[in-house]
């Protein structure tokens, strides 16, 4: 009998010993999902697609047909913030440091619904973002740098075109400065981030 109750110890320490790996694990992991990854050269690796799960905060839509048949960034942008960062702009109306964005471009699939004519989203076809950091662009204006992993020639509606997420590229550098960060410097609303197109942020920012 003592083998038996022995037995049970062991299986009781192993159990604990289980629960607390797991407490302490799981939130390393969750929090991994979510922070940017760069690669030894400073290019940054592609966000896992975790970034859907993130807090929406509006889609602005630059249709082809509306931008001589081929919009620079065509055509929906679904904008996402990170949760962690959604909850510091929240409290303070401020983007802290280490804020990251990811806006996703979406194709037009159809002109027509049974809801009526319009603009009416298809597929995955491109993918920026844009990271806050002092530490790692001290010299960008606001701290922003900007990325893209939209392949060249995007809409991908080729043969290689894959649904749900590919070809993207699976790293970008930080793009010059006047190639992205000059024009978000000269337009964006609010420390270079566009929130006069985001409602969400905006009803969100506390009121003085
Ligand atoms: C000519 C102006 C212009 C240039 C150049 C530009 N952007 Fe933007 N960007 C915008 C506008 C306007 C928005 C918001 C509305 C929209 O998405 O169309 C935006 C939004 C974004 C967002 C969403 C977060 C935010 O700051 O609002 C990201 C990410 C982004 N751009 C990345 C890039 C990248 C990467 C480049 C360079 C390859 C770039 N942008 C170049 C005008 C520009």
Redesign the pocket.
């Known amino acids: 009998m003592r083998f038996r109750v022995w037995t049970r110890q062991a299986i009781l320490f192993m159990g604990l010993v289980t629960a607390l790996w797991i407490s302490i694990a799981l939130p390393v992991v969750a929090q991994e999902v979510n922070e940017p990854r760069f690669d030894q050269e400073g290019n940054l690796l592609r966000p896992e697609v975790g970034y859907r799960e993130w807090v929406y905060v509006g889609t ?1 839509l ?1 249709p082809n047909d509306m931008n001589g048949g081929k919009a620079p ?1 065509p055509e929906f ?1 679904s ?1 996402y913030i990170r949760p962690s960062d959604w909850a510091h702009y929240k409290k303070t109306g401020t983007f802290r440091d280490g804020t990251m ?3 996703e471009l979406i194709s037009v699939g159809s002109k027509v619904a049974t809801s009526g004519q319009g603009y009416f989203m298809g597929e995955f076809i491109g993918l ?3 990271i806050k950091s002092a530490k790692r662009f001290p010299n960008e204006p606001g701290n922003w740098a ?3 992993f939209t392949p060249e020639g995007s809409p991908m509606m080729s043969q290689e075109w894959k649904p749900h997420g590919g070809p993207f590229k699976d790293k970008s550098p930080a ?1 010059p400065t006047a ?2 960060a000059a ?2 410097q000269a ?2 609303a609010e420390d ?3 929130t006069q ?1 985001y409602p969400v942020l905006r009803a969100a920012k506390p009121k003085k």
């Open positions: 602005p630059t960034f942008h904008v964005l990811v806006k920026e973002a844009t900007y990325f893209s793009f190639a992205c024009c978000h337009a964006a270079m981030v566009f197109y």
